[in-house]
C-alpha cells in the first residue's frame, strides 16, 4: 500500500525496502495484506510476551475503556493503577516498596536516573557521576543516550551527553582488575549511581554475563553508597527465565526499570520502582524536596488495565510451563547446531537465544550480513531482525513447537545460504 507521510524508526528511508504491510496478527503470527503469514521471532522489538491479540488483555483493555479511559494521576488515583502498583510489589523482590508510572523504557529510566540523582541533592550530597557498563543500551532520550554507549547512534548527540564512567563487562578473565577499577571510581568520583541491564545488554547484541560477577560489583557499590539502578526493560517479565533477572542476583538494586513486555504489548507504560530508602529521601514537610516529574499519559488506566492482565497470565502455571518449555528446546536447538564455521558463538539465557556470527567484516549493527539475513527469514516466514550479526530468538511465550521447530530449521538452514 502506497505510504507517503510516515518516518519509520530506525530505518534509512532511502534505501530501506518498503515496510511490510501487516493487517492483522494473533499469536505468534503476523498477517500482511498481501495474503502472507510471517512468525514473529522476536515478539515485535520484545514487547509482546502473550503474543498478538490476546483475547483477556483485548478484553480487560475492552472494559477499561467504557468504565475510565484516562484521568490525570496527579490529586487523582484509580483502580487499574492501585491493583498494578500491589501485583508488581508482589513480584518484585521484598526491598522494593514504590513504583512510579511513565510511558517507555527510555522514560523509565529518565525517572530512575533523575531518581538517583535528586536522592543525593535532597541530602544536601554532591554526588553527581554515574557509572554504566560499555556497550549499554538504555533508551533513545538525552538521559538515557548519556548512559548508554557512545556510538554512531548518538554521535550527532554527543555534545550534549553528560559524562560517565564506562566499564567493562566482567568476565572471569577481567574481574579481579574491573573490581579495583570500580573501587578506584568510586573512590575519587562522587558516584551518585550505577546503572546496568542485569544479565544480558540487548541492543549491544544479547550479550551475556555472569550473575556472580554482577553481585561482585553491586557489593562494591553497596559499600560506597552508589545507588544501584537495574534497566530490566528487555529482561523483565519471564525473558531470562525468571520474572526478573535480578532474582539470579544475591544483591537487590535499589530502582528497577520496567517496560516493554509489562502490558504483554497492547499499551505504551513504563514503570520505575524503588526502595524506601529511595522514596524517604523525597518524603518531607518541604516542597523542594518532591520529585517533579510526570508525563501527561502517566498511570493511563488502559495501560494499567493491559497490564494486569498481562501479569495474571505471566503469573499462571500455563506460561510459566510455556517458559520452561521454551527455555529447554533453545538449550537443545544449541546444543544440536554444528561446529559451522559462520558460527561464532552461540548463548543463552533462559527464552532469549542468541547467535553470532562471523563475519568478515568488523562486527557492527550496520553489516552487511544483517540486510542478508532479514530478507532470508523473510522469504522462509519468518519475522527475525537479527542485530548486526548476531541472530537471536526472542519469541513470545505462546509460540508452539512448530513454530519453534520452523525459527529453528530456517536458522539452520541460514548458516550455509547467508554467509
Ligand atoms: C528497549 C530498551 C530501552 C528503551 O525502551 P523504549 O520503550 O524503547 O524507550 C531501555 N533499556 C533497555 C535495556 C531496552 O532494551
Known amino acids: 500500500m502506497e505510504e507517503n507521510y510516515i518516518w519509520h524508526p530506525f530505518t534509512q528511508m532511502k534505501t530501506a525496502a518498503a515496510p511490510l504491510h501487516v493487517v492483522r496478527a494473533k499469536d505468534c503470527t503476523l498477517y500482511t495484506a498481501d495474503g502472507k503469514e510471517y512468525i514473529d521471532a522476536i515478539s515485535s ?151 546496568f541491564e542485569p544479565l544480558v545488554q540487548g541492543a549491544a547484541g544479547m550479550l551475556m554475563y555472569e550473575a556472580q560477577y554482577l553481585d561482585e560489583l553491586t557489593g562494591l557499590a553497596k559499600e560506597h553508597n552508589i545507588i544501584c539502578i537495574a534497566d530490566e526493560v528487555m529482561t523483565g517479565f519471564g ?80 506460561c510459566r510451563q510455556q517458559i520452561s518449555s521454551i527455555v529447554s528446546s533453545h538449550a537443545l536447538f544449541a546444543a544440536s547446531l554444528p561446529d559451522h564455521p559462520s558460527i561464532k558463538e552461540v548463548r543463552q539465557l533462559g527464552t532469549i537465544l542468541a547467535i553470532e556470527l562471523k563475519t568478515r567484516e568488523a562486527s557492527s549493527y550496520f553489516n552487511s550480513i544483517q540486510s542478508r539475513a532479514y530478507e532470508y527469514y523473510l522469504s522462509k516466514g519468518i519475522f527475525l531482525r537479527p542485530l548486526g550479526n548476531v541472530v537471536y530468538i526472542m519469541p513470545p511465550y505462546c509460540i508452539t513447537k512448530d513454530e519453534l521447530d520452523m525459527v529453528y530449521t530456517s536458522i539452520r538452514q541460514s548458516l550455509d545460504v547467508i554467509f
Not at 130 to 139: K, L, M, S, T
Request: with cysteine; glycine share 6%.
Open 239 to 318: 525473558r531470562t527465565g525468571k520474572n526478573f533477572a535480578i532474582e539470579y542476583l544475591v544483591n537487590k538494586p535499589d530502582i528497577i526499570c520496567l517496560s516493554k513486555g509489562i502490558t504483554g504489548g497492547f499499551m505504551p507504560l513504563g514503570v520505575t520502582a524503588c526502595s524506601q530508602k529511595i522514596y524517604e529521601a523525597f518524603y518531607a514537610d518541604d516542597k523542594l524536596k518532591t520529585f517533579f516529574h510526570g508525563h501527561s499519559y502517566t498511570a493511563n488506566p488502559l495501560a494499567c488495565a493491559a497490564a494486569n492482565a498481562s501479569m495474571d497470565i505471566l503469573n499462571a502455571d500455563t
Open 45 to 195: 522489538w520484545w514487547v509482546n510476551i502473550h503474543g498478538h491479540c490476546n483475547e483477556a488483555i483485548a478484553n480487560a483493555i475492552a472494559a477499561q475503556a467504557k468504565t475510565l479511559e484516562h484521568v490525570i494521576f496527579a490529586g487523582i488515583t484509580h483502580t487499574p493503577a492501585i491493583e498494578l502498583s500491589k501485583k508488581l510489589i508482589s513480584m518484585l523482590p521484598r526491598n522494593f516498596s514504590k513504583v512510579f508510572f511513565s510511558d517507555d523504557g527510555s522514560t523509565s529510566v529518565e525517572v530512575a536516573l533523575k531518581m538517583a540523582i535528586q536522592y543525593w541533592h535532597n541530602q544536601g550530597i554532591t554526588k553527581t557521576t554515574i557509572i554504566a557498563f560499555e556497550n549499554a543500551y538504555h533508551g533513545d532520550t538525552f538521559g538515557a543516550m548519556s548512559v548508554a554507549e557512545r556510538n554512531a547512534f548518538n554521535a550527532a548527540f554527543n555534545p550534549f551527553l553528560f559524562e560517565v564512567k564506562r566499564l567493562p563487562l566482567p568476565t572471569a578473565a577481567n574481574i579481579d582488575l574491573l573490581k579495583e577499577q570500580f573501587a578506584a571510581v568510586a573512590k575519587t568520583n562522587n558516584v551518585a549511581a550505577f546503572i
